[in-house]
């Protein structure tokens, strides 16, 4: 298991420290709103890191870099109307990449090198419900779609079988 980076708890702690504040950032009724927004998203590309693995296991560890990807920062913004106290209703952007690039090399047969990247949006619609005597408190519900796209590039030069390079 792998630990956490000390960049990492700090980001942990300065969220946990803002949820724990009041929110009193309620729009009035009838008014539009923006915010923005920026996360921090944990690793759920298993199956394309796997598959970088798999290409380590025959192509050799890397020298470079370890191909791995890691999580992202999601980014986003958000625009709604409060239609009123109790109601309010939203549309949000989000965006996020991954990348990650790697190299191996053996001086008597072979070099290899792979880069990836990954990009996701996502477009949501929400609807969320504030509860009274309590500013700042609501209930939100998000639906939405996601979309992604993947990038990627593997390079092997092999001295001894050049027909088997790619």
Not at 55 to 70: F, N, R, V, W
């Amino acid at each position: 298991m792998k630990s956490m980076e000390p960049g990492c708890l700090l980001v942990m702690f300065v969220f946990a420290s803002a949820l724990a504040a009041p929110a009193l950032a309620q729009p009035r009724p009838g008014s539009f709103f923006v915010r923005g927004s920026m996360g921090l998203a944990s690793k759920s590309l298993n199956d394309w890191n796997d598959e970088i693995e798999a290409d380590h296991e025959i192509y050799g560890a890397p020298l470079l870099g370890s191909g791995e990807l890691p999580g992202g920062i999601p980014l986003g913004v958000e625009a709604g109307w409060n239609v009123s106290d109790r109601i309010s209703v939203a549309a949000a952007f989000t965006y996020q990449k991954a990348a990650g690039s790697a190299s191996s090399w053996d001086p008597f047969t072979s070099s290899y090198s792979s880069d990836h990247e990954v990009t996701v949006r996502g477009v949501t619609a929400g609807v969320s419900i504030w509860v009274p005597k309590a500013r700042g408190l609501f209930l939100a519900g998000d639906v939405g779609a996601g979309f992604g796209t993947v990038k990627s590039e593997t390079h092997l030069v092999d001295e001894q079988n050049p027909a088997a390079s790619f």
